[in-house]
Every structure is written in C-alpha cells, then in structure tokens.
C-alpha cells in the first residue's frame, strides 16, 4: 500500500486515482480471517476455528452452506508490477515459508500462478449426504452426524485408535481414527461434524473408517460434502494443507486471472470463461462443472499447439531460396531398371510427390509413412538420387549402426546399379553416386575420408547414425537431409542435421504408421506421403496368440521351418525400461533354449549391452544363414532384413504394445515364402488380451496404429520426451475429436488473421508469446 501512494502529490487526477485503488486492493490483502490457511503439520488438527470455542451444542443436523471465502495474504505489501499479482512467489503466501516453498518447488510450484495451474489428478465425490439409516456397506458418503462419545484404544502395533459414536435421528455409525489424538474428549464430543468416506459392517454394526472430517459450522467445508480435490503431492504436503492453500490463492488472485481466448470464439465453440474454469478445475459444484472446466483447459493446451504448427507450416510454404533439385525422366527410368522388382503404384506416386518439393524452389519439409517392408528405401534412394544428379549432396541420419549399415548397402546398391552410375554421368560428367557409411565403428582412416570426401563435394551421400551431426562433418553443398524412425532422435539432433546446409530439403520416414490425429498435431506442419501398397508377390503374415501351455508346440513348429532351410527369431520378454535387465533375461533365455530346446541346432544372441562389433557379427552371421535361430531382445525392432527369416516367436507379448508388435513381427515375411508370428502370453488382463485379438486380426499398420493410439495412448508414437512438445496436463493427444476441433478453430484463426494481429486477439498472442516454444519435427 505505501508503494502504490508513494510520491502522490505530484500525480495528475488520472494517476492519483489508480494509486487509491491499487492501494485499497493492498489493504484489503491484509485481512485474515481466523479460518486461515493451515500448515502441513497441523493437519491432524481442523482449524483455528475449531481449537477457539468450546463445545457446541448439539443441534439439528443442517445441510452445510456453500464454501466461504479463505482468505490469505501475502506477506508483505511491495506492489505487484505485473499486476494480476500471479507471477507472485509462492513463499510469500501465508503459511508457506522457506520449509514448505521448498516442499512445492519439489512440485513445480514456484509462484501463485504455478499453483493455480497444479490441477488435482481426481476428485472424490463426497457431494451426495446420506442419513444412517440409508448407509450400506461398501459405498463412499457424506454424512452429518452428532458426536455422541469418544474413546481410545491402543493397537498392538503401538498405535492409538479413536473411536467416536455418532449419529443422526435415523441411527447411529462407529467412525474410527488412527494418530488422530486432537479428536479425544471434550475437543469433539458433543459437536456436529461432517464426515465423508467408505462404510464397512464390522461385528455386526456400521463403522466409516478414517473418514475425513469437517466441523459443521466452520461453513467453508473442503474436505468433504463436495467433490474433493486430490492433488499431486510431496513428503511432507498433506491433501488438506494443499486445498486450503489452493482454495486461498483462487480467493485473493482468482478474478485477476486474464483471458485470452477471444469472447466470440468462447460463445461460438461454447467454452466457459478462464476464471471461471480454474476455479471449477480445481473446486466444482458439480460433475458438469468440473468436465466443462477441463474441457475449456485442454482446449487451450491444444489449441497453443494448432497454432504453432499452422503459423510455421503457413511461414514455411512461403519461404524460397532451397536447392532446386530435379529427378529428369531418364534418371528416373535408370532407377526403375536398377531395382530387382517392380515398383508399387504407392511408390511411383510418392517418388512424383517428392520430386515436385524438390524442384519447387521451398524447402520441402515431408513426412513419408509407410508400413514395414513397403519399400521406403527405394524412395530415398529416388530422393538422393535427384540430390546428387542436380549438383548437391544428401546425408541420412539412422537411430541404429544395424539400420544405418543396412541402408548404405541398399541405398549403395541401387545407385551402384550400372543404368543409374551411367544416367549419372551424363547428368554430371563424372562417375558416381558416391556413398559412404559413418557410425561409431567406422575406423579413422575411413571416417577422415568421408570427412575430406564431404567437404571437396567428391562424396554424394553420407549414411550414418548420429555420427553424422558432429562438427567435424561439413557437407560443402547439402541439398537433401533424411531422417529415418524419426521420433527416435531429439529436436536438437534433427536440427543440428538441417544446420549444415542453407535451406535444406528435409525428408523424414516412419515405419510406424502415425494416426491421422497425430498427424495434424505432431506432425501437423509436414506434407504427408503415405506408401499404403505392399510390394508386389509379399504374402500377409499368419499371426497365432498362444498361451504358455503351449510354448512346445510352438517350438515344435520352429525346428520344422528350420529343418525346411529357414530361420526363426525369438523376442524376450520387455522386463523393464531397463536395457541392463532386458539384457539379462535374454541372456538366461538363450542358455535355456540351447541348453534345453535346441542343443543341437545354431543359436545367436543379440541385445543393446552388447558391443558392436560382436552385435555386427552376429547379424553378419544370421543374415549369411550361420545361425538359425536368434534369440533377441527389441534391439531387433528395427533395421534387421533378413529375407529367409520366417518365423517370429515373442515371449510375454501381452508386454508390448500394438505398434512395438507391429514393428518386431515386420522383421519377418520380408521373402517370398509364407512367414509366421506366434505371440506367447501368460496374463488373462483383458486389455491384454484385447490388444492381441487385435495384432491376429490385421496386418494393416494403420489400423493397428488408430488402435493402439485408443489403447494406450500417444507415447508409442512420440518417444521418449523426443516430440519438442509441451506437457499436458489435461488435453491428451488420443483424443481424436479435440485434436481435430482445436485445428480447425486455428486453421479459422490463421487464415482470418495471420499472426494475430487484430485487437481481439492481442491477448491471445501476448499469451501464445510468453508460453515456452514448441518445436515439431521441421
């Protein structure tokens, strides 16, 4: 207050008007009411208010008043420069302190407005009050009763019981308490109290066990006779202390809570205001309340994202000055003479796609999806090709030594081929494609020959795992960068890949096929190019879910494609997000099955703890026919081609997930001959077994994706904190039809007002400017 009427005299009226009233808005910040916010380790106590006066009365049981403001103050009066007063420290609130700022700091909660944002991860609905004789065992109630007696017991766990007898004129109830001594004698007895939780029938009578309790005329009740918040929490921070903190802050700086989403979008997609909707997130009246609060919130968590990715697609398709990249018909026809097969109609049109980007003057910024062994490889040699015929250089980053190898003997292959080193030097006028390997294993002689290869322009195409992002690879003309599984790698390290050139083009591929929802959001700036035709003569995969009774039959039929000069891979179970664990359980099934299984047959072994050298060998090994069965953990996952594996046991597949089965049962069915996936499962869950009807059904990986997005949520799809989205804290990215009304009020907002410049949405971009960045995939 002596900060805002600091220097008054000398303000004109204007100025000496808005000092009065931010002054009288600092005053009334200093009242505290005696209903204050408690601290954590006064929770086994109810309040100032009930330690003041002595025993009430017992009187009539009343339904209680709707809550009364808590108020809480800051402590101290500097003024807010901010103005809302929610970029105000945490510790400043009553009752917080250094101990316990340093308990929510634990949480995220630095200020009043991190606490407002620390939604409860579930409310228990205590709203419905019941009189005794309507109580049955087994149902969570409210009740208002009159304390009648109140006694002690000690447990043999050293422990005190309390035991209280109170009811209402309809009967009486037992309610019990453990380490709650403040509830002993004249403290309670005799006063009307609210009490919500689980009714047991124990030795023949009713008994709510550890309810919790409120005095009836407190007024301002929280922890029950409502729908009641339960938060995210830390040692040393019990629920009621963080409701009565929570419920003071939305108090005092509830109504200074700005809105940013203009009114007439609010009326048109019938959205509850900002305050509003913080408030009922955290203590609604009524289940509507709370699912229109949520609904407002994730709205905008969505909706920030929408807008990132329109506005950067929109500032994308109007950027120039990209290498002009053409693939010429007659190179094209060199690389169709230079594969062994016929091209899919899906691959013809994709290449086509990608030509055009290419040859467009914009960076082209595409996302190829196609599902596993349908030819992808085919199509970034096409890319590289056009790359390295146009005078340019093109590097591909690979998540995996065993990926990257296997595509620089594809790719190397394909453009070694003699129509298209022929097409290339009448393009060029020298011979080529050249193309080299760099991963981790590669020796220094050959990794200082890519290097110098890279930077005289000798070199066209660099293929590698991370290897390739390190400074000492400067590229002298990138025109192309391709990143192969691309939610494998960060946001940094897709980045750092397009740094090395001046407006590269960027091709990612995925042999996870994204749903379409994911597609708007995470990928929502990229074109798409789907290859949805499998190779011609590829026969569907035979898929069979058997339990554990059946595991020898299942061996059975290994030793008999064996036998008939095939091989076999068998997947250990996923134990734990634990490559060291994982790596364990294969190495003990490995021993069991050629100890016990197959003694007299050759088994390999393969897992992430591995070095690379013997991990190389081994694959070298299995795919030259040496061994005949692997035995391996989802290292094989991805980039293992062996086309005379036909058969794919996994253990404890109910374990994985339907795009992670997708994707180990692809590793199979890459020949000519029929393939087989046999799925072990032990559990009787029924999602599990829901998931794996589900594998057996399709081979389609789009609709397994659209499925296991459903089921389990978007994790499969993104990686680990791979995404560069933000977290979210209500929205979820498997809600299809929120992800697809959020993208059209931002695809509305855009194209009406790009970069939001109008008035009425001034607020808006103020708000979207101080959220963190988001960065997707381009």
Known sequence: ?????????????????????????????????????????????????????????????????????????????????????LAIPVQRLRNVGPYNARRLEKLGILTVEDLLRHLPVRHIDYS??????????????????????VSATPTRRGLTRIQAIAGDETGTVVASWFRRRDFLGNRVRGRQVVLSGRI???????EIVDPEIEFLEQADLLNTARLVPVYPSTEGLTQRWLRALVNAAIEMFGDRIGEHIPASVL??????????????????????????ARRRLGFDELLRIQIAVVERRRARLAERGAPELRLDEAVKLALAESVPYALTGAQRRVIDEIATD???????????????????????????????????????MAPTEILAEQHGRSIAGVLSAEPVRQAFLAARGRPGPETRVLIGATTKKKRDEAYAGLASGAIDALIGTHAVIQETVIPSRLGLAIVDEQHRFGVVQRGALREKGTRPHLLVMTATPIPRTLAQTVYGDLDVSIIDEMPIGRRPIKTRTIDGTQRLDAYAFARQEIERGRQAYVVCPLVAESEKVEAASAIAEFDRLRRDVFPDLRLGLLHGRIKTAEKDATMAAFRDGEIQILVATTVIEVGVDVPNA???????????????????????????EQSYCILISETRSPDAEERLRVIASTTDGFALAEEDLRLRGPGEFL??????????????LSDTAAISWTRRVADEMIADDPGLMRPDHRALAGWLASQTAITTIA
């Not at 002054?23 to 330690?51: C, F, H, K, Y």
């Open 128 to 149: 419905q009050l019941r009189k005794v004789a309507e109580l049955r065992p087994g149902e969570i109630v409210t009740v208002i009763l009159s304390i009648w007696d």
């Open 358 to 396: 290419l040859a467009s003057g914009r960076p082209m910024a595409r996302l190829l999806q196609g599902d596993v062994g349908s030819g992808k490889t085919i199509v970034a040699a096409a890319a590289i090709l056009a790359t390295a015929t146009s005078g340019y250089q093109a590097i591909l």
């Open 267 to 292: 009326a048109r997609e019938n959205l509850i205001g900002l305050r509003q909707a913080v408030r009922a997130a955290h203590f609604p009246e009524t289940l509507d309340a709370l699912a229109a």
């Open 646 to 672: 036909s058969l794919m046991i996994i253990e404890a597949a109910d374990r994985f997930g339907l795009a992670q089965l997708h994707q180990l049962r692809g590793r199979v069915g890459r020949g000519a």
């Open 1 to 85: 207050m002596s900060d805002a009427l600091r220097e008054y005299r000398e303000r004109d009226a204007t100025a000496r008007e808005r000092a009065i009233s931010e002054a009288i808005t600092a005053l009334g910040g200093l009242g505290v009411s005696s209903n204050a916010v408690v601290a954590p380790d006064a929770e086994a106590s109810v309040g100032a208010a009930d330690r003041a006066g002595a025993p009430a009365k017992a009187a009539p049981a009343r339904r209680p008043a709707k809550p009364r403001a808590r108020t809480v103050a800051p402590i101290t009066t500097r003024h807010d420069q901010a103005g809302s007063g």
């Open 200 to 206: 047991e029938a124990r030795q023949g009578r009713l």
């Open 719 to 732: 990686g680990t904190r791979q995404s560069g989205l933000p977290e979210l804290r209500v929205a979820s």
